[in-house]
């Protein structure tokens, strides 16, 4: 039984973690322990009285009479407005009496095997395979229930947080801040670690010294953006890559957000993550339940790696969905950045030609099928543009099916043009604040999909469109963020529509495989994951900017849920091209494809480029499911490398991203093998010990962009 409770402690646990909290006073909700396992009977009742003082503090409220314990003492598991805790609360609401201080007591807990719905929010789900825990909360004056969710992931070391507010009340309950949870470390001596950039820069690596300060990371934009993702770690200072306490906290949701690491002068840090509470206020009626996002939590002793590990598995298994959940992703090819808008039948299936010539399995037709689409116009106008294809979708995706290739399309639907039918006929639809300017950007403005008649017309017309050819591959681009927005609730109510869409037009297409694109990797988030079991990485396919880009991503995302091409070269080169190398090794750590016009291409340049495709379809099982190490950082060096191991091979690649000369050795030590398996490697047997100890050699390189993929076939003794 992974939860415990005995004596008011909680005792949740994983295969290899403890997290501890208890009801302290009859009152408060006292966080006591997270970290490595200990054993189910463990009572760590004496830890709030561990540090009475000899005298009363002045400058702090006390529990009790004895005026010897202080409520900002205590490690909060949830926090509220008022009773002397003075760190950020998990809870700010206003009540009718215009009052936002709230006093909670305890009404009682339960424990049972799976996990609640938490619909609309998407979440992470059991299969038999986790327990629950409700923890009951009261705020007797405005009779506002609080429901805490923990539900623990015991295989997968990975506990889930998220809280229900119900309004039992006969008056309005206005939320002002709701957020998903709270936990008090014990300390301040760390870093914050959050995933930062912009367009073409996206999720690169920083850490914030938090000592005792308030760090804040968060998203302002209606969506989670490229500037941030929902996600940091508390590091000891001393962490890295495989040494030291790491704790996770990635939020599942798709909107504006923040995330805070507090250290406080009474020693300890506070992390508080959910919905920002900038231009947020909502009117919780009575009888009605506000669900928070839910926030996934992981611990690591010894490192990132550990960290990331968690995430990778429980996002693999227990967030994505459907078909492709467990299945090989396509090989594919983009027509975008080979023909823009200038494109016709006969440019289009020869580009699908060459690519079912390298073996590739997909070919995606990009921007500009549609209504007078050739440049920024008709987003929201789904029909087919018959001067570029005449004979519709439906010949085009046959012809694309005869060269032994699935067929697929990109949409943007959440969006709208002011040059467009849609518009014309429906101008109050988009997001706006009634008598303010409607700020376009890519002369675009965004659908109000939090009305529902928005949403039925946006499902009804993309439906036509996969009903009406054989499409088993949709690329779902969104590609601004909201400006100007009529409530304080729009942009969580635009989050909700966002996932009933989505889950409505995934339930009715269950095998078609959808992708996520938001200029790029602008809604990289475990929200998107839940519907869309991939996502665009980033519009830079630059492979050295890529390196640090998907290095990034892979902090928190499994490599499967990666889409990374090959993009836009320059070709002719005689010899081996580089370049195209590099872009390929790089692009073959995530779900592979090219995204240009292969009729370019010298001959030799196809040979090399088919190379890659059947190199990427001998190692794809290893890439998309197997355990994926980071060896060498590019934000610390020249150097990259990483690998992937299964039970069959490892795979590993390294870069070299300048020039070389005379330099200093490099040897690269593998990790997560069987040391005493034998592995095979250009005919050489080397037991995984000794590539794990010894390392391997890399020759250095005298030019730029020097990658190489190594792969070590295991030998069974």
Excluded at 30 to 51: M, R, V
Excluded at 250 to 262: K, M, R, W
Excluded at 403 to 426: C, Q, T, V
Excluded at 579 to 592: E, I, Q, W
Aim: aromatic content about 12%.
């Amino acid at each position: 039984m992974p939860i415990w409770v005995n004596d008011n402690q909680f005792h949740i646990e994983t295969s290899r973690t403890s997290y501890i909290f208890s009801l302290y006073k009859n009152r408060y909700l006292t966080h006591l322990y997270w970290g490595k396992k200990l054993s189910s009977d463990a009572n760590l009742s004496y830890i709030p009285t561990e540090f009475i003082y000899s005298r009363p503090n002045a400058t702090h409220v006390p529990v009790d009479e004895t005026n010897r314990v202080f409520v900002s003492d205590l490690a909060m598991e949830f926090s509220v407005v008022g009773g002397g805790d003075y760190a950020t609360p998990t809870l700010h609401a206003r009540y009718a009496d215009n009052s936002t201080v709230t006093e909670l007591s305890f009404e009682g807990y339960m424990v049972y095997e799976g996990k609640r719905d938490i619909s609309p929010m998407p979440s992470t789900y059991s299969e038999g395979d986790a327990q629950t825990l409700e923890i009951y909360l009261r705020d007797k004056r405005s009779n506002l229930k609080v429901t805490l969710l923990y539900t623990v992931f015991c295989k997968y070391d990975a506990i889930c947080r998220s809280i229900i507010y119900k309004n039992e009340s006969q008056d309005d309950i206005y939320l002002l801040s709701a957020q998903s949870a709270t936990v008090d470390i014990s300390g301040t001596n760390y870093e914050m670690l959050h995933l930062c950039g912009d367009w073409a820069r996206e999720r690169h690596i920083e850490r914030i010294p938090v000592n005792h300060a308030r760090c804040v990371i968060d998203s302002k934009r209606g969506m989670s953006g490229h500037m941030e993702n929902p996600f940091i770690a508390l590091l000891e200072k001393n962490a890295g890559e495989y040494m030291g306490e790491v704790f996770g906290f990635s939020l599942v949701y798709s909107g504006s957000f923040t995330a805070s690491a507090e250290g406080t002068s009474c020693g300890k840090t506070r992390v508080t993550m959910g919905i920002n509470d900038f231009n947020f206020e909502w009117r919780l009626a009575s009888g009605e339940e506000f669900m928070t996002p839910e926030v996934v939590m992981a611990y690591s002793p010894c490192g990132l790696s550990r960290m990331s590990g968690i995430y990778h598995r429980l996002y693999r298994d227990k967030l994505c969905r459907g078909r492709y959940r467990g299945a090989l992703r396509p090989m594919l090819i983009n027509n975008w950045e080979g023909t823009t808008f200038d494109f016709d039948e006969k440019k289009l299936i020869d580009i699908a030609r060459e690519g079912a010539d390298l073996g590739l399995e997909l070919f995606v037709l990009d921007d500009g099928w549609f209504a007078k689409r050739n440049g920024a116009c008709s987003l929201g106008d789904w029909y087919v543009n018959t001067d570029k294809l005449p004979r519709g979708l439906e010949y085009l995706a046959k012809e694309v099916n005869a060269l032994g290739m699935k067929f697929g399309l990109w949409f943007e639907p959440e969006m709208i043009s002011p040059d467009s039918d849609l518009y014309r006929a429906h101008p109050d639809w988009c997001v706006h604040a009634k008598g303010r300017r409607r700020t376009e950007n890519r002369s675009q403005l965004v659908l109000d999909i939090s009305r529902e008649e928005v949403r039925e017309y946006i499902l009804d017309t993309i439906t036509k469109v996969l009903q009406s050819a054989n499409i088993e591959y949709v690329k779902w681009d969104c590609n601004r963020t909201l400006t100007e927005t009529s409530s304080m609730e729009q942009p969580h109510r635009y989050v909700i529509g966002l996932y009933k869409m989505l889950d409505t037009l995934t339930t009715r297409f269950p095998d078609i495989l959808f992708e996520s694109c938001a200029g790029g990797g602008g809604r990289f988030d475990p929200g998107i994951l839940c519907y869309m079991p991939q996502t665009w990485t980033s519009d830079n396919t630059d492979p050295i900017a890529r390196l640090a880009i998907q290095y990034g991503t892979s902090i928190v995302y499994p490599p499967i849920t990666m889409g990374s091409h090959v993009g836009s070269i320059a070709v002719g080169m005689a010899g081996e091209n580089q370049f195209l190398n590099t872009c390929a090794m790089a692009a073959m750590s995530g779900n592979f494809g090219y995204e240009l016009d292969l009729n370019l291409f010298s001959e030799a340049e196809k040979a090399q480029a088919k190379s890659y495709v059947d190199l990427y379809r001998k190692i794809r099982p290893t890439i998309q499911y197997g355990e994926f190490y980071r060896l060498e950082s590019p934000f610390e060096g020249d150097n990259v490398s990483w690998m992937f191991v299964d039970s069959d091979r490892a795979v590993l690649f390294t870069f070299q991203t300048k020039k070389m000369i005379n330099g200093e050795e490099r040897r690269v030590k593998l990790r997560g093998l069987d040391e005493n398996a034998l592995y095979e490697y250009n005919g050489e047997r080397r037991t995984g010990a000794e590539l794990m100890l010894a390392g391997v050699g890399i020759a250095l390189e005298r030019y730029e962009y020097a990658s190489r993929c190594r792969v070590y076939e295991v030998i069974k003794k």
